[in-house]
C-alpha cells in the first residue's frame, strides 16, 4: 500500500515537472513581450513608429509582435536583405575578377564592380600605400616592353548611373556616399592629410592616392589655438575640390571626400603613372555602349572573394559594399549592366522564393546601403528573412558569420557593454535621421538554438537621444537572451540535447 502510494506521488510529481517543462516556454515568451513593451515604453518611444519582431528558430513562431508588419525605413537593416541574397545566389566560389588587357598599343582595364579593388581598409591590413597598388600594374605593363597609347576603361558590367537619386544631395561628397562603378578604387575617395604650418597659413595637403590632375583649391588654415576643424567640398559632378577650417595637429586619420566619376579616375591615375615610368602619356576614355573587345593578352588579374565584401558590408556596414552587391546581382542573373532596379528585381525573387509573394510583395527596395528614404519593410519580413537562414549550408553560413558579433565586431563593437550576454548576439545596426534598426539572432552554442529578431524604430521624437534608443534596444535583445536561456533549460528538462 506504502509502495502504491509513493509510486502514485512519484508519478504525479513527473507529471507536474513535464508540465511545468512544457509551459516554461510559452510563459516566457508571454513575459518577454511584456518586458519588451516596458522597455519600449522607459525610452519614450510611445510616439515614435516601432517594429518589434522575434521569431523562435525552431518552429518558425513569432514569440513576440508589436506592429511586426508596419513597413519602415530600415536604415542599414537593408543591407541584411542584399547581401543574405548576395551569399545565396553568388555562392561561396564567386569573386570579383578585375583584369588588364593589353591589345597593341591599347590597354582595356576590364571592372568587375568589386568594391574591395584597393580599399584604404584592405590596403592597410596588407601595409601597402594606393600608390604602391598601383605601381603594381605600371610594373606588369612595362615589363612587357610595349608602348601604351590609349587606356579603355570598361566599365560597363553596372550601368553609369552613379549615385542614387533619392540619396541626400547635401551629403553626395561624403565617402558613405560614393558614387557606385563598374571600376571601383580606393572605395571611390580621396583621402586628404594635411599639416600644420605657420600660424594663418594654409596647411600643407597631400592626398592618397596621389592624382596631380585633379583641382584642389587650400582655403585652410594654420591655428595654434583650438580643434582640427578641416573638411572637404566637391561640387556634385567634378573633381573640384576645396579644403576649409582649420588645423591645429596633423591629422591622425584622414578626411575623405568621394569622387565624382571613378572609373575615368582610374584611368587618369594609370595614364600619369605611366607617363612617370617614362611612357608618352596615353589618352583616357570609357568603353562605348556596344563596343566590343576580342583578343588581346590578360596581364594582371585582381581577384576578391565575395567573403571580404559580405564582411565589409556588415561588419563595417560600409554603403559602397551594398550598392556594388545589388548591382553585381543584377547583372549575374541578366548579363546586363548592374543597375538599382535590376538589383532590387533579383532580391524581390529571392524574398518571394524564401517568404512567398505577399511578403516580397510588402518591401520596396531603392538601393542597396540603406541611404535611401525611399525604402520599406517590416521587422516581421526581416526577422522571417533572417529564420530562413541555415547554417549547414555553406552560402547561408557565409552569410550569417558576415554579420557583426556583438562586443567584437564592427558596428557591434561597443554595444552591449557590461550586459554580459549568455549566449552569442549577431546582428546589424541601421542609422540614419530618425531612424534606428537592429536585427539578427541569438544563438546558444550547445544546441544551436536560435531566437531571432528585428527592432525596427523609425520617427523618434527630438527628445529621445540616439544612445537611449541604441540602450533600448541593447536591452531588449537582452531579454531576449533571457527568453532563449528560459528554452535551452526547457528542453534540458525535457531530456532534450
Known amino acids: 500500500m506504502t509502495t502504491r502510494i509513493a509510486t502514485r506521488r512519484l508519478s504525479h510529481l513527473a507529471v507536474t515537472l513535464l508540465i511545468a517543462a512544457v509551459l516554461t516556454p510559452l510563459a516566457s515568451a508571454q513575459t518577454l513581450q511584456t518586458r519588451i513593451d516596458r522597455v519600449l515604453r522607459a525610452a519614450g518611444l510611445d510616439q515614435a513608429r516601432v517594429g518589434v519582431a522575434v521569431l523562435d528558430g525552431d518552429t518558425g513562431r513569432m514569440i513576440v509582435s508589436i506592429n511586426p508588419d508596419e513597413a519602415l525605413i530600415p536604415a542599414s537593416n537593408m543591407k541584411v536583405l542584399i547581401s543574405g541574397a548576395a551569399a545565396t545566389i553568388l555562392g561561396e566560389d564567386f569573386a570579383f ?15 568587375a564592380g568589386d568594391p574591395a579593388l584597393a580599399d584604404p581598409e584592405l590596403l592597410k591590413e596588407m601595409r601597402l600605400s594606393a600608390d604602391e597598388f598601383l605601381q603594381v600594374w605600371v610594373g606588369a605593363i612595362t615589363k612587357t616592353g610595349r608602348t601604351v597609347r590609349e587606356i579603355v576603361i570598361d566599365d560597363r558590367v553596372f550601368d553609369r548611373e552613379l549615385f542614387h537619386a533619392s540619396w541626400p544631395p547635401d551629403q553626395l561628397n561624403r565617402w558613405y556616399c560614393a558614387q557606385v562603378s563598374g571600376l571601383n578604387f580606393h572605395a571611390n575617395v580621396l583621402s586628404v592629410y594635411a599639416q600644420p604650418t605657420a600660424d594663418g597659413a594654409a596647411p600643407f595637403l597631400t ?35 576645396s579644403v ?4 591645429r595637429h596633423p591629422l591622425a586619420q584622414p578626411v575623405e571626400v568621394a569622387l565624382h566619376d571613378p572609373a575615368r579616375f582610374v584611368g587618369d591615375m594609370l595614364a600619369d603613372r605611366l607617363s612617370r615610368a617614362g611612357q608618352p602619356k596615353p589618352t583616357v576614355r570609357l568603353a562605348e555602349e556596344h563596343e566590343r573587345f576580342e583578343g588581346g593578352e590578360v596581364i594582371a588579374v585582381v581577384r576578391s572573394p565575395l567573403e571580404v565584401a559580405l564582411r565589409r558590408c556588415n561588419v563595417s556596414s560600409h554603403n559602397l559594399y551594398a550598392e556594388a552587391l545589388l548591382k553585381r546581382l543584377a547583372h549575374e542573373v541578366t548579363g546586363m549592366p548592374g543597375s538599382w532596379a535590376g538589383g532590387a528585381a533579383v532580391v524581390r525573387m529571392s524574398l518571394q522564393r524564401r517568404l512567398g509573394p505577399a511578403h516580397a510583395a ?5 538601393d542597396g546601403s540603406g541611404m535611401s528614404r525611399d525604402n520599406r519593410v517590416s521587422a516581421g519580413v526581416l526577422a522571417r528573412w533572417l529564420a530562413t537562414f541555415d547554417p549547414a549550408n555553406p552560402r547561408e553560413r557565409l552569410f550569417l558569420e558576415s554579420l557583426p558579433r556583438a562586443g567584437m565586431d564592427g558596428t ?4 552591449f557593454q557590461g550586459k554580459d550576454p549568455t549566449h552569442e548576439i549577431r546582428a546589424k545596426t541601421g542609422y540614419i535621421r530618425n531612424v534606428s534598426t537592429l536585427s539578427g ?3 546558444d552554442s550547445g544546441s544551436g538554438r536560435r531566437l ?7 520617427d523618434f521624437p527630438a527628445k529621445v537621444s540616439l544612445a537611449a534608443i541604441r540602450q533600448a534596444q541593447d536591452d531588449i535583445v537582452m531579454h531576449i537572451d533571457r527568453a532563449l536561456t528560459d528554452r535551452v533549460m526547457g528542453d534540458r528538462a525535457l531530456g532534450g540535447d
Request: no cysteine.
Open 97 to 111: 575578377r578585375t583584369e588588364l588587357i593589353l591589345d597593341g598599343e591599347r590597354l582595356i582595364v576590364r571592372g
Open 207 to 241: 592626398f592618397e592616392p596621389s592624382a596631380p590632375f585633379v583641382e584642389m583649391n587650400n582655403r585652410a588654415q594654420t591655428r595654434t589655438e583650438g580643434q582640427n576643424t578641416i573638411w572637404v567640398a566637391r561640387p556634385t559632378l567634378a573633381n573640384q575640390f
Open 244 to 247: 576649409h577650417g582649420n588645423v
Open 362 to 366: 510588402s518591401v520596396q527596395i531603392a
Open 412 to 415: 557591434l563593437r561597443n554595444r
Open 441 to 443: 539572432y541569438v544563438t
Open 452 to 458: 531571432i529578431f528585428s527592432i525596427m524604430v523609425n
